[in-house]
């Protein structure tokens, strides 16, 4: 017998991308709930070939379902996981709420996948976000070949990272510059139309923003807390897929060629790199793929040992959605959840 799964907070970017990824991979599962605020209930989410009514995650009943995919806020996950995890139902939470709590394991599978058998502790294991996900991939092949001392990451972030608004933002001030109809600002503080901005998420008292900082704290969970790391996050006017120009300093020697080599091995990446034109992945190219591709891979002769690279992946996907379903599949290869109706 297979899983009752839910999506809460099916009605947002991660949550739909989360129903198209558990048919597309066919994930077990013998029914599939779409859940979100009392607002959407009765609304129609596409899922296969058809279409599920979404129901209200505050009325759920959550003690004969498995597993609950979590993308609703981490206001709403800080409130609900825990009572959701009482249910016997794991969750798994693609907000911050959870992902610093020792309690909870942080994962992603093709880097600390060992990690997950300390789920039951709260029943709730975290995703990470989205710009540490592909980050983390590219990074714990040569750290394991090379010993990773210093991490530089400048990060280039889609709108879609902001969710639906953010997309319509962005639409909407493009169009209005090439009418030449005043542009209007809404969730960004600055134009993002044919514009960057240096700030996501809230400040902190360094001068860093959270956004950087959760880059910081969760690549030390993950992969090793001695990795010394820095983050510059940058939002561009791309709707979807995440970029990231990496600086690296090793403890040991690893040239270029090298890490190309190790990269093109390793689980979830995918080498895109010739020194031509267009031998390099842009964000456009990575749109709906599950990989994390790598370019632009060379020496840093400015350090010892040092290494740049550029690293894109889908936001929405491997960024969010897609790591949480293997989340989901790791716990099922593994045994460490079983079916309630098969309990029954
Ligand atoms: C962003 N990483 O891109 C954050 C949350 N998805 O806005």
Known sequence: MGFRVAVAGATGNVGREMLEILSERNFPADEVIALASSRSVGKEVSFGDGTLTVKNLETHDFSDTDICLMSAGGSVSQKWSPKIGQQGCVVI???????YNADVPLIVPEVNADAISEFSRKNIIANPNCSTAQLVVALKPLHDAAVIKRVVVSTYQSVSGSGKDGMDELFNQTRAVFVNDPVEKGIYTKRIAFNVIPHIDS????????????VLAETKKMLDPKIKV??????????????EAVNLEFEKEITAEQARDILRDAPGCLVVDKAEDGGYVTPHECAGEDATYISRIREDATVENGLNMWVVSDNLRKGAAL?????????????LIKSKNQAA
């Open 323 to 335: 790591n949480a379903i293997q989340i989901a599949e790791l716990l099922v290869a593994r045994g």
């Open 203 to 214: 400040f902190m008292e360094d001068g860093y923003t959270k956004e950087e900082w959760k």
């Open 230 to 243: 820095t983050c510059t996050a940058v939002r561009v006017p791309v709707f979807i897929g995440h970029s």
């Open 93 to 99: 939470d693609n907000s911050s709420a959870w992902r």
